[in-house]
């Protein structure tokens, strides 16, 4: 069953929790309010999850209660709970996101750490955060914001960023973000469809010990986004002054912030599904997809996840190394929904060294670390044992994400981190802002495995006929509805997009684009994508993007690009065809890496360059990215006759260049 290595039915379970902990799991508790409310007899997590998935406005009721949401909730909890996409949960409620996450605390709380590299940290208490956001939601105000207006930003995972989403989100605005690093295009291709009022930025950030500044990068980006009538420069670097005075309508944080004193806040107290935050999932054909998703759905889903999956408390610290254009950060903010203490950093995750965020975690009593499979791969490999130098004993979950996490991984983690914590691979995406498999505190951990589906998610792997299947590589898809699916992509009125990314091969299922496979345990293996999306080091991206920059060098006539799996990861492997007369020379191959970096980002730049003779493609004309990856790992191919130069396909098998 699965690959080598994975888990097998006599297997013995890295971690059990101990009883004690189960019987003081947030889990347990639950249950026994479910139970006392319903008059149910559920005894643990499955039939809790069971009962959840035939009982969802039950359910979500039970969550929102939970998470003592502010709002108002009346009517029915959901109208038409069959339909996918249509489902309508808590159609008459009203709340607002930021309110829920700036309910009322002592104001000498400490609401955010932040650490950049080792170059910084600040420390932001709960009345300095909420003095900030109140000044920040007048200044928006003034400049125009109001419901339903775009605030995007381009930041580094600072304080500020959150305090910005947060004002933004009070008046009804909607957020959207993407990390500092990305280039010129990769900025315009996302916030020049969604068409920002207010557009913010930083100076720089500060990489392996570097500053970096994108002055330049933002002085070509702006101008080309007319719908942005303030251009706010937050300070990282220094420079903040003199970047804002070189573009459109720029100004200072401390400029825009100058008029206004601290006051009380104000809410938008908004519909359940009102839009909150867009993300972009890169598809493999044009520009980003905008998808649009709704505070309620969000705040619920998150509540869920990191109380009942996690069971953090009050006053638990939460990290999770991301950056402001992954929905782990998104992920990550709403812990302040929940009373928790958000752990921030930014830069490089091995400078000045590999203990730097260790240092962190051990200093400020981490309750909850969450990074990519990548970065704990990484650690094994170079042979750092946090658990041997640093004092971990507040660690009680580590939660891995990004891509799946190799078995080896896992037993590393016990070995070299912490014997008694509970260690949850997990998975997801941007398309829900959240997860659809993963950790159950009061349950085993095996190597290899996800421990189950999300409560209130209906989960299957099914075979390409659309049965259920089990000990056996398939499609992972949700056949019921749930209420942090997307709202509507941007740009997209009659829902065509929407509809054809998720609900075209299984009508009214969900089909997440991953190959899954449940496990004796009941648990879950995700082999990775089942569609072309690429997934390097955890962050998914579109081909479509490396197209767009790739063929802006003359001797490309045309490329294909594919994640290939190598060293329990997947690396980007762009082919190319040059024209005729053109060699892929070093001085070639570096100029095809710099047109990517810059123009695209640093992670959409390939691992290798390959050039071939001829690229195969459908009837209609279409590259096959799916039947080069097949060939490339030495599987079979599916619908040859389709293609209409089938031959093409030899050029891409057993390649040396792809062997090292």
């Known amino acids: 069953m699965g690959e ?34 319903h008059g149910t007899a559920l005894a643990d997590y499955r039939a809790l999850h069971a009962w959840s998935i035939a009982h969802p406005a039950a359910f979500w009721e039970e969550v929102w209660d939970l998470g003592e949401v502010i709002g108002t909730r009346s009517g029915p909890s959901l109208v038409d709970g069959e339909a996918m996409p249509g489902a309508q949960f808590f159609p008459e409620a009203r709340l607002n996101y930021a309110e829920n996450l700036l309910r009322p605390r002592d104001p000498a709380t400490v609401a955010m750490i932040f650490r950049g590299e080792d170059k910084v940290e600040r420390q932001i208490r709960f009345g300095e955060l909420t003095d900030l956001v109140s000044r920040l939601q007048q200044a928006l105000r003034a400049a125009g914001v109001g ?45 020049g469809q969604i068409e920002p009022k207010v557009y913010v930025a930083c100076d720089g950030y500060w990489y392996n010990g570097k ?60 519909p359940f599904n009102h839009p909150l935050f867009i993300l972009f999932s890169s598809g493999t054909t044009g520009a980003p997809k905008c998808i649009v998703h709704g505070a309620g759905g969000t705040l619920l889903q998150h509540i869920k996840e990191h109380r009942l999956h ?25 812990g302040l929904a929940s009373h928790l203490t958000l752990c921030l950093y930014d830069g490089s995750p091995f400078a000045p060294n590999a203990s730097v965020l260790w240092d962190y975690a051990a200093q400020e009593r981490f309750a909850l670390f969450g990074t990519s499979a990548k970065y704990i791969d990484q650690l094994r490999k170079e042979g750092v044992r946090p658990g041997a130098t640093h004092d971990l004993s507040a660690l009680k979950a580590m939660t891995s ?54 409560l209130g998610m209906a989960i299957e792997v099914w075979s390409d006929e659309g049965v259920p299947v089990t000990g056996e590589r398939g499609e ?86 594919i994640g290939q799996e190598w060293d329990n990861d997947v690396r980007v492997v762009l082919f190319v065809r040059l024209r005729e007369g053109a060699a892929l020379d070093a001085e070639l191959d570096k100029r095809i890496r710099t047109q990517i970096r810059l123009g695209a980002s640093p992670r959409h730049v390939p691992a290798r360059i390959v050039a071939v003779a001829d690229i195969p493609r459908t009837r209609s004309g279409k590259i096959t990215e799916l039947a080069v990856r097949d060939v490339v790992h030495g599987r079979p191919v599916k619908n040859t006759e389709a293609l209409a130069n089938p031959d093409a396909l030899e050029f891409f098998r057993n390649r040396p260049e792809l062997a090292e």
């Open 401 to 454: 994400t990004g891509s799946p996490l190799a078995p080896e991984s896992f037993g590393f983690v016990y070995e070299a981190i912490k014997p008694d914590l509970h260690l949850a691979s997990i998975s997801g995406g941007t398309d829900i802002v959240s997860c659809f498999v993963l950790g159950d505190p009061t349950a085993p951990v095996y190597k290899g495995e996800i421990q189950a589906a999300g």
């Open 147 to 191: 419901v339903g207006d775009r605030v995007a930003a381009t930041m580094p995972n600072l304080p500020e960023t959150i305090a910005v989403m947060l004002a933004a989100s009070s008046l009804g605005a909607v957020f959207s973000s993407c990390s500092p690093d990305f280039g010129e295009r990769g900025i315009l291709d996302r916030f």
């Open 476 to 561: 992972l898809v949700c056949t019921k509805p749930f209420p942090c699916m997307p709202v509507m992509f941007w740009n997209d009125p009659e829902g065509t997009k929407y509809h054809a990314a998720y609900f075209e091969r299984f009508p009214n299922v969900w089909c997440h684009g991953d190959f899954a496979e449940w496990t004796a345990h009941g648990g879950l293996i995700i082999h990775g994508r089942s569609d072309a999306t690429l997934n390097p080091q955890g962050v998914r991206i579109g081909t479509a993007e490396i197209y767009a920059q790739a063929e802006q060098i003359p001797e490309i006539v045309e490329a294909i690009a």
């Open 310 to 334: 996690c069971d953090l408390a009050p006053g638990d610290r939460l990290f999770y190394f991301t950056t402001c254009g992954w929905m782990m950060w998104n992920w990550l903010v709403t």
């Open 211 to 270: 500053p970096v500044s994108i002055a330049e990068k933002l002085r070509a980006a702006v101008p080309q986004m007319p719908s942005v009538t303030t251009t706010l420069i937050v300070p990282y670097l220094g420079q903040a002054e003199e970047v804002a005075k070189s573009l459109p309508n720029g100004v200072t944080l401390e400029t825009f912030l100058a008029p206004y004193v601290p006051a009380p806040l104000t809410f938008e107290r908004l």
């Open 4 to 37: 080598a290595g994975f888990a097998t039915t006599g297997q013995a379970p890295l971690w059990t929790p101990s009883p004690e902990r189960v019987a003081h799991s947030q889990i347990t508790a639950f249950i026994a309010r479910v139970n006392a409310r």
